[in-house]
């Protein structure tokens, strides 16, 4: 196929089936911190996503009173 092919068939893909909206990630604490101050969030904890430390981390806002499942249970797997 021609690069645009390959183009066209990624639009009429998009039209077809959009994609899951995702949670908002932040790359620095500040940036989320100011991002839930500015939209009205109370009640929130930010929270590092990325499994392993040696990476960059990426932030999301947990908003407390809808959260009720951590993202920590993915960590037992590499736990010895």
């Known amino acids: 196929m021609t690069n645009n092919a390959v183009k066209r068939m990624r639009r ?3 039209r077809l089936r959009p994609r899951k909206k995702r949670p908002k990630t932040f790359k620095t604490e500040e940036a ?9 969030i109370k009640k ?3 929270e590092n996503i990325r499994l392993l430390e040696t990476r960059k981390p990426k932030y999301r806002i947990i908003n407390k009173k809808n959260h009720f499942r951590p993202i920590d249970n993915r960590l037992d ?3 010895l």
Do not use: D, V
């Open 12 to 14: 009429k893909l998009k």
């Open 32 to 40: 989320a911190k100011n991002y839930a101050e500015k939209h009205g």
């Open 44 to 46: 929130y904890k930010i």
């Open 77 to 79: 797997f590499f736990k």
